[in-house]
T-cell receptor
Framework: NAGVTQTPKFQVLKTGQSMTLQCAQDMNHNSMYWYRQDPGMGLRLIYYSASEGTTDKGEVPNGYNVSRLNKREFSLRLESAAPSQTSVYFC???????????????FGNGTRLTVT | GQQLNQSPQSMFIQEGEDVSMNCTSSSIFNTWLWYKQEPGEGPVLLIALYKAGELTSNGRLTAQFGITRKDSFLNISASIPSDVGIYFCAGPTFSGGYNKLIFGAGTRLAVHP
């Protein structure tokens, strides 16, 4: 049981290049999320998808786009990478989003992105 | 927006010592979650708290949901080297019709044998 799988694990981009981070979950979860982790700032929500066919902005969406391809897959795209987007990116999934929170997030192992 | 303030930022302790860390907010939370992140991995849920005043244990870990609903505490007893990692508190915010988790900045724990 793989859980949440992210690819690639590492990536180096030059300023202005584009790339897509891939995420897939095999737990039949409805909701999926993209976070970025920066030193001293914890995890900040970029975008989320409450269910297949919907996506919404989180705290720090600027410079990113997402696609909920199907129930399993949720991708994050950087159209024109900037050094400020150097970070570790985590995808997560959960089964319940509405009403009282009683479903924990399951995280992937992250994509370490450096933009030079 | 809502923020979670964790302290301390980092801790360096000897194996066998007890550890305490906390998380506070200016807003009320209905749920408090504690996650641990080991090097090179994503965060993993340790303990979930759903009621004010609740005290929950998971092995050597004990967490409490503060009575005011604005804070939570995590204690680790008799620390061992594998306790090394970053500990995050998290809580759900409800906006746009959905719950989303926000995280504290983390407490980085180092354990010296």
């Amino acid at each position: 049981n793989a859980g949440v799988t992210q690819t690639p694990k590492f990536q180096v981009l030059k300023t202005g290049q584009s790339m897509t981070l891939q995420c897939a979950q095999d737990m039949n979860h409805n909701s999926m999320y993209w976070y970025r982790q920066d030193p001293g700032m914890g995890l900040r929500l970029i975008y989320y998808s409450a269910s297949e066919g919907t996506t919404d902005k989180g705290e720090v969406p600027n410079g990113y786009n997402v696609s909920r391809l199907n129930k399993r897959e949720f991708s994050l795209r950087l159209e024109s990478a900037a050094p400020s987007q150097t970070s570790v990116y985590f995808c997560a999934s959960s089964s319940i989003v509405r009403s009282s929170y009683n479903s924990p997030l399951h995280f992937g192992n992250g994509t370490r992105l450096t933009v030079t | 927006g809502q923020q979670l303030n964790q302290s301390p930022q980092s801790m360096f302790i000897q194996e066998g010592e007890d550890v305490s860390m906390n998380c506070t907010s200016s807003s009320i939370f209905n749920t408090w979650l504690w996650y641990k992140q080991e090097p090179g991995e994503g965060p993993v849920l340790l303990i979930a708290l759903y009621k004010a005043g609740e005290l929950t244990s998971n092995g050597r870990l004990t967490a409490q949901f503060g009575i005011t609903r604005k804070d939570s505490f995590l204690n680790i007893s008799a620390s061992i080297p594998s306790d090394v990692g970053i500990y995050f508190c998290a809580g759900p915010t409800f906006s746009g019709g959905y719950n989303k988790l926000i995280f504290g900045a983390g407490t980085r724990l180092a354990v010296h044998p």
